[in-house]
């Protein structure tokens, strides 16, 4: 393994590292909006671009937009299974959704655009549809176990995409860089130390988190091959904290009216 190829699988772990130290600090929500970023998938996306061109980086970033409807669904089934149930029963529910959602998905072959109506119609019916808060905001403490796990499923992940890409090809890859990696990791260990209501928090973070991710990879799919690997990806970054800030405070004026 190169030292180049080292450092690139490295660059994803650091960025979930540090997101968790802000969301230590900020809190579930915070924890939440971070989660939701393409702290993942943008790093091996700009490898793809990188290794495949930028028409791969393109057409993967289109299913990866459109699987944001599973998402969305993943976050839907959840959080409602954790008013009832553990957090295995309820991983298990909000896993079943995304792979249902997403096959259908690859099945359907959208362009730019209909990605991202799907994207963002799947995250307006998760907010729409997600418990609401009721408790007192709870500190969020990242246990080390939470930490190790973010950043090794990180590292497996984007081994896997950048190692596997040729044989997976851009519809597969896309949609695994879809996959909630930290919505799988995150909210079991809310739940478990916090309870339903954290949860409920935590997951209306990441929708707002994952509006930056539907925001960054529809820039890609639109302007990596006009635009070439760079100012594609400079954009992208801009328009994904741009849309993250607006979505906040649009949903939380939204939520106390």
């Known amino acids: 393994m190169s030292v180049e190829t ?4 490295a660059l994803v772990p650091a960025a979930i590292w540090l997101a968790t130290l802000a969301a230590r600090r900020w809190g579930h929500t915070v924890s939440g909006y971070l989660g939701g970023l393409p702290l993942i998938g943008g790093p091996i996306t700009f490898y793809l671009a990188l290794d495949h061109g930028d028409a791969f980086a393109a057409r993967s970033a289109t299913f990866t937009l459109a699987a944001i409807l599973g998402q969305g669904a993943h976050l839907l089934a ?10 295995p029963v309820a991983l298990l529910a909000g896993w079943s959704s995304f792979a249902v959602v997403a096959l259908g998905v ?6 730019p655009w209909l990605a991202l109506a799907l994207a963002f119609g799947g995250l307006a019916a998760a907010w729409i549809g997600l418990p609401h808060p009721r408790l007192p905001v709870v500190p ?7 930490l190790r796990l973010r950043l ?3 590292f497996v ?6 190692w596997s890409a040729d044989a997976l090809g851009p519809v597969a890859s896309g949609v695994l860089l879809s996959v909630p990696v930290t919505g799988s990791i995150m909210p079991p260990f809310t739940l478990a130390l916090y309870g339903p209501d954290s949860v409920a928090r935590l997951t209306r973070g990441f929708v707002v988190g994952l509006c930056g991710f539907a925001t960054f990879f529809f820039a890609i799919a639109m302007t990596a091959v006009a635009w070439g690997t760079l100012a594609s990806f400079a954009a992208a970054i801009a328009g994904a904290l741009g849309a993250v800030l607006l979505a906040s405070r649009h949903l939380r004026i939204a939520s106390r009216q």
């Open 157 to 162: 992940l984007a081994a896997a995409i950048l």
């Open 140 to 146: 969020a403490r990242i246990p080390p176990a939470e």
């Open 78 to 87: 959840f959080a409602h299974a954790a008013k009832r149930f553990a957090w």
């Open 152 to 154: 090794v499923a990180a």
């Open 6 to 9: 080292l450092l690139r699988l």
């Open 106 to 111: 690859a099945a359907l072959d959208p362009g």
